[in-house]
């Protein structure tokens, strides 16, 4: 809980030092066009990255494959793209690096791993409804 404190202050207060501070190396306004340009550009590539995932999904369904993989880039899709439609510089470098396919591999093993881990210990439960 204290976790989830901590992430949703410290983030926008980073967020809100960071941009003050591009702001005064390049002024106001293509700060603002730059943050408003990441939010586009994310929006399309989202879309883009999560129809070509859908795909895959529907490809792997059709020949009887679990697609865990395409699980996991959709999540993290899903993630990026809320990340890129926040105001920020930084949560938009995030974002990006969980839209583009050779970088989402790193988020996809740490994923992977973490929940391996969680398993292992015995402290990994699945609700289902």
């Not at 129809?51 to 699980?71: H, K, N, S, T, W």
């Amino acid at each position: 809980m204290i976790k989830f404190l901590l992430l949703f202050t410290l983030v926008p207060l980073i967020e809100i030092w960071v941009l003050i501070e591009v702001g005064g190396i390049i002024g106001s306004l293509p700060t603002i066009l730059l943050i408003a340009s990441t939010g586009f550009v994310g929006v399309f590539l989202a879309k883009y990255q999560g129809l070509a995932v859908f795909y895959r999904m529907q490809m792997d369904l059709e020949a009887g494959i679990v697609p865990a993989e395409q699980m996991f880039d959709g999540a993290c899709i899903l993630v990026g793209g809320a990340l890129l439609l926040t105001p920020g510089l930084l949560t938009d470098i995030v974002g990006f690096s969980l839209l583009l396919p050779f970088t989402r591999i790193f988020y996809k093993a740490a994923a992977q791993k973490y929940l391996n881990r969680r398993m292992e210990e015995g402290n990994f439960n699945v609700w289902w409804s």
